[in-house]
C-alpha cells in the first residue's frame, strides 16, 4: 500500500516537472510577430499608398526543411531606364519576431531589377515583397511557406 | 571584421548587365535565442551593406535578424566603365569592412 502511493507521488511529481519544463519552454520561446504588425510595418516603410498584386516575383520554396537559411530571390518586371525603375524591394513577414526582413534600394543603374539573399524563417507564414516603382506605384507579390524546422528557436551550441 | 567572398566578372562589354555575388561570414544574432546561461544572446547583426561602382551607388541593401547567417547577396548592375566596384558592410556597431573588385570594361 506504501509502496503504490509513494509510486503515485513520484508519478505525479514528475508529471509536474514536466509541465513545468513545458511552460518554461514556451514562455522562453521569443514573442512573434503578427500580421498586424506586418501591416504596421508594411505601413511605416511605404506610407497609406495603395498596393497592387503583380509585376513582382517573389521566388520561395514552397515547403522549407530548414527555416534558418531559405534561399529567396525577388525580381520585378521592369526597363530600368532613367524615366522607369524600380526605387526599392521590401521583404516582410508574418511570423518572425520581427516582421520586416529586408529592404533593398535601386537605382536605374541596376540594370535588372532582382536580387538573391537567404532568409530566415521562424514558422509556416506568408511572405510578401513590395516594390516601390519611380512613378511612385506600389506592387506586391506574396507566398505561402511551410517551415519544418524553424528558426530562431533552436538552443546555440555550448 | 569577417571573410568576404565577392565574385564580379572580371571583364564585360560596355552596357552588359553583370551579376554580383556577395557573401560575409557573420553570426547574424537575431537577440531572440536564450543562451546557455539562460539570458538572452545579445543581437549582433549587419544592417547595411551598399555597392558603389567607380563612386556611384548602385544598390544598397538594409538588412533585418531575418537575414541568414553569412549574409548572402547576389544583384545586377550595368557595366558602364573600367574600374572599381566596392563593397561595404556595416554593423550595428558602426564598424565597416570594404572589399573591392576590378572590372575591366571594353
Keep these: 500500500m506504501d509502496q503504490s502511493r509513494s509510486r503515485r507521488e513520484i508519478l505525479q511529481a514528475a508529471a509536474a516537472l514536466a509541465g513545468g519544463g513545458a511552460l518554461l519552454r514556451l514562455s522562453i520561446r521569443p514573442a512573434a510577430a503578427t500580421p498586424e504588425m506586418m501591416k504596421d510595418a508594411v505601413r511605416s516603410v511605404i506610407g497609406e499608398a495603395p498596393v497592387k498584386k503583380g509585376k513582382v516575383k517573389l521566388d520561395l520554396p514552397p515547403l522549407v526543411e530548414n527555416g534558418n537559411s531559405v534561399p529567396c530571390t525577388v525580381s520585378v518586371e521592369s526597363p530600368m531606364t532613367a524615366a522607369d525603375y524600380v526605387k526599392a524591394i521590401h521583404i516582410f513577414n508574418e511570423k518572425n519576431p520581427q516582421p520586416n526582413v529586408i529592404s533593398v534600394k535601386f537605382g536605374p543603374r541596376a540594370g535588372r531589377a532582382s536580387f538573391s539573399t537567404r532568409i530566415r524563417l521562424a514558422d509556416s507564414q506568408t511572405v510578401t515583397a513590395i516594390a516601390e516603382l519611380s512613378d511612385g506605384s506600389f506592387w506586391s507579390d506574396d507566398i505561402d511557406v511551410i517551415v519544418t524546422l524553424a528558426a530562431c528557436v533552436e538552443e546555440p551550441k555550448p | ?106
Design chain 2, 1 to 106: 571584421m569577417a571573410r568576404a567572398l565577392i565574385h564580379v566578372p572580371a571583364s564585360a562589354k560596355k552596357g552588359d548587365v553583370i551579376e554580383i555575388k556577395t557573401l560575409i561570414s557573420h553570426v547574424m544574432e537575431t537577440g531572440y535565442r536564450i543562451g546557455i546561461t539562460g539570458t538572452p544572446i545579445p543581437r549582433d547583426i549587419i544592417d547595411d551593406f551598399v555597392c558603389t561602382y567607380n563612386g556611384e551607388e548602385v544598390f544598397r541593401a538594409k538588412l533585418y535578424p531575418a537575414i541568414a547567417a553569412n549574409p548572402f547577396i547576389t544583384f545586377f548592375t550595368v557595366a558602364t566603365a573600367s574600374g572599381t566596384l566596392a563593397f561595404a558592410w556595416t554593423d550595428q556597431h558602426g564598424a565597416t569592412q570594404v572589399q573591392t573588385a576590378a572590372i575591366t570594361v571594353e
